[in-house]
């Protein structure tokens, strides 16, 4: 199985060496220097990590047969994506991998049905679920642990607790002033 591990940024100094998103738990593991990694698109890699290191708090790699700044740059925006033994479970409890996750029930505390995960997106802040209503409609949740309650692998679901407003029309509207 394939798994997303990072994104390529962009060049950093002259010597061929790239910033990257990281998009793992695992970066010692998945972005250590040997790695052999496929890329998207394909015609980009595979690509060999040759060292990495942190600078000013950013991961930064070079990888094999990229020597300068230019052939590093034509690589910006290139997903890493490390093979990885479909039955091999995150380190943490409380981790998941996206395949995990990807097409769980998503219900409420209280039972009600509210759709399927059709996708995960990683923001900088937080990840969020991509969940599609039976209607076709498309319902984001934030996966915070105050409102994803459970995963339950076994069950295929996911427990959500939201606030009001985030799955439907019945948001409470805070205002400081006097209502006179």
Do not use: C, W
């Not at 738990?25 to 052999?36: I, M, Q, S, Y």
């Amino acid at each position: 199985m394939q798994l997303v591990v990072a994104r390529i940024g962009r060049a950093h100094g002259i010597k061929g060496e790239v910033t990257v998103e990281v998009r793992t738990d695992e970066p010692e593991l998945r972005l250590a220097p040997g790695a052999v990694l496929a890329t998207d698109p394909a015609s980009a890699g595979p690509l060999t990590i040759e060292t990495g290191r942190v600078h000013s708090g950013r991961l930064l790699l070079r990888f094999e047969g990229v020597a300068d700044r230019t052939a590093a740059e034509a690589l910006r925006n290139t997903l890493l994506i490390a093979d990885v033994d479909p039955d091999e479970l995150p380190e943490e409890e409380d981790e998941y991998y996206d395949h995990q996750l990807i097409d769980l029930d998503v219900v409420t505390k209280d039972g009600v049905e509210v759709g399927r995960i059709t996708e995960i997106s990683h923001l900088p802040s937080q990840d969020l679920f991509i969940v599609e209503r039976e209607d076709g409609s498309e319902v984001m949740i934030p996966f915070v642990q105050e409102i994803v309650t459970e995963i339950d692998l076994e069950e295929q679901r996911a427990v959500i607790d939201p606030p009001p407003g985030l799955i439907d029309d019945q948001a409470e509207v805070a205002s400081g002033r006097d209502e006179a």
